[in-house]
T-cell receptor, first 108, second 110 residues
Framework: DAKTTQPNSMESNEEEPVHLPCNHS???????IHWYRQLPSQGPEYVIH???SNVNNRMASLAIAEDRKSSTLILHRATLRDAAVYYC?????????FGAGTILRVKS | DVKVTQSSRYLVKRTGEKVFLECVQD?????MFWYRQDPGLGLRLIYF???????EKGDIPEGYSVSREKKERFSLILESASTNQTSMYLC?????????FGPGTRLTVL
């Protein structure tokens, strides 16, 4: 199964952009890249997903490298409410394969 | 809003007990999943189901079984609970390539 690698933790200042990187070098051509985040004491929530092209939604942007071996989740203006564990996952068939995630800390 | 609910937020059981964790979704999704989450290990897939009465093993099915008698309900069963099954259990349903997770059940086995 495809595996993802993310930094253990990152820190950002409030109101500044955040770029969360992810490596998925073993991804196959039909595997979607998904990002989820988990706030304390909650289940993960969907953030964004894509296959080849860059994607934008109201929460974030997803930039996918041309060779698809890496991607970056972009939060355009971090707020204190964005402090969470961010998971870069690969969808293999019907299954999401989760990595260990990145703990994002946001400083005011 | 899609809702995935789990029967308990916290559960304490004794070694050897049979444990049922229930999950219900209200969006008519066909695919449902059970994960466990442990510090340093992330989320690991236990079982999933793509239709009523259909199930498939995930990555760590040992010690668990599941039941899907109705489309909206997916149950995880620990036949004989052991201390190494102390964990956070997360249920999810999937629609349009998006997973919707429940709030989780923190199970402690003494």
């Amino acid at each position: 199964d495809a595996k993802t690698t993310q930094p253990n933790s990152m820190e950002s200042n409030e109101e500044e952009p955040v770029h969360l990187p992810c490596n998925h070098s073993t991804i196959s051509g039909t595997d979607y890249i998904h990002w989820y985040r988990q706030l304390p004491s909650q289940g993960p929530e969907y953030v964004i997903h894509g296959l080849t092209s860059n994607v934008n939604n109201r929460m974030a942007s997803l930039a996918i490298a041309e060779d698809r071996k890496s991607s970056t989740l972009i939060l355009h203006r971090a707020t204190l409410r964005d402090a969470a564990v961010y998971y870069c996952t690969v969808r293999v068939g019907n299954k999401l394969v989760f990595g260990a995630g990145t703990i994002l800390r946001v400083k005011s | 809003d899609v809702k995935v609910t789990q029967s308990s937020r916290y559960l304490v059981k004794r070694t050897g007990e049979k444990v049922f964790l229930e999950c219900v979704q209200d969006m008519d999704h066909e695919n449902m999943f059970w994960y466990r989450q442990d510090p340093g290990l992330g989320l690991r897939l236990i079982y999933f189901s793509y239709d009523v009465k259909m199930k498939e093993k995930g990555d760590i099915p040992e010690g668990y079984s599941v039941s899907r008698e109705k489309k909206e309900r997916f149950s995880l069963i620990l036949e004989s609970a052991s201390t190494n099954q102390t964990s956070m259990y997360l249920c999810a349903s999937e629609g349009d390539r998006t997973y919707f997770f429940g709030p989780g059940t923190r199970l402690t086995v003494l």
